[in-house]
């Protein structure tokens, strides 16, 4: 998501003639566009601001933490602007303002969403992402994203199609669909399945439609065989799951149980041929014991996930979780997850293994960087493969997995 709004911005200030460079030492004005989902990464986010400023360069704070910490983050960070997810709108006029009268300034209105619209595709670029929601109302008690994005809105249908036709007519062929719990996606007459057909139906170019992130409470069968009849739909969900045990997943706030989570995976497996089913997984949550944690490890064993972002709870600021008493120690958090980890890769192995000798279309994204002399790219169901040569990104081949190398199937071409 903030990957995406920095493109949009990045374009908003090209097209008032700001120029982009990559040095930081040639650059004037440093954006640093901020994520509060863990401490760790609004610590770095602090520290490069300060380092920027002893450089004297101009800078300004975008995202969650601008968002959350409003004002006060100007003293911490030393920063010049700091600006709120929901004000981006006002980018120009502020940094103006700023060069013309030096004044230092935090500015987080609700100026309402979706105000900037991506209109220009980049030369050679192939995939997008679009917004169709932005916000959550879930609440989850261990996550700051209801407070730093506000509340949960979708964006009307037709306009989200409008977008798509247009990327599709620059060349756009894979678009991800972005938004906090896109399941609950309503615009007052189109649900998240209806917005999905509809832009499968209403598409030309585009060759494949991802989205995330989906939340189990919300997930329904519709979308589930939606997914299974569809050409452009990738075969890819990725399910957060963040804690097996029922008692853990009811502090949480997460509104479903174990049960119910391995239930609807296996669902997803049995529906959608060949599916990846990917996941998000907290460890340490307070009042974890030994006990839930292997809880979790169960779910892991009963699902067998294709990938999986797994993290050490955090405690943030403002959420339920951080009041909570019995919070878990660093060294207990660090062994559950190391020991995650290694569960979740010997499965992770023993999918890509179910891949060898079988026929596969990867969507090249670019030159691999760890295999020199092969390319990137990704299967219709969303697992990163290499294959030897250069391809065009964006350009789709076809060949037989005959290896697989670490986690990485290498797809030959007959
Ligand atoms: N909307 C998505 C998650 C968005 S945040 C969902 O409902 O699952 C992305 C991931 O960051 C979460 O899935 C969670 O695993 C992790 N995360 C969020 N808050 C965290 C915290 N306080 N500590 C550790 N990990 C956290
Ligand atoms: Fe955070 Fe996702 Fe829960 Fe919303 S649904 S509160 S974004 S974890």
Redesign the pocket.
Known sequence: MNEHDSELIRQKLINQGYIETNSEKHAEIILINTCS??KKAEEKAIQYSRQMKNKNKTVVMLGCLAQHKGQELLSISKADIVIGTRSYEKIIDILLDFEKKGTKRAICEDLGIFQLKRRKVREGEFSSYVNIQQG?D?F?T????PYTRGRETSRNAYDILEEVIELEEQGIIEITLLG??VDSYFDGKYDFSDLLKLLEDNTKYIKRIKFT?P?PRDMTMKVIKTISNSEKLVRWIHL?L?AGSNKILRKMNRGYTKEEYIYQALTIRDLIKDVSITT???VGFPYETEEDFYETLDVVKNVKYDGA?M????K?EGTPASLFKEQVDEETKGRRLRELIENVNNYIMERRKLMLNREYEVLIEGESKKDIGYSVGKTFNNISVVVKGFFKPGTIVKGIVKEIRGHTPVLNIA
Request: charged share 15%; proline share 4%; hydrophobic share 30%.
């Open positions: 989902v863990r959550c879930n989850c261990f996550c700051v994203v906090q719990n992130s939340n957060p963040q998000d997984i907290i972002y993290f050490k709870y955090s943030r």
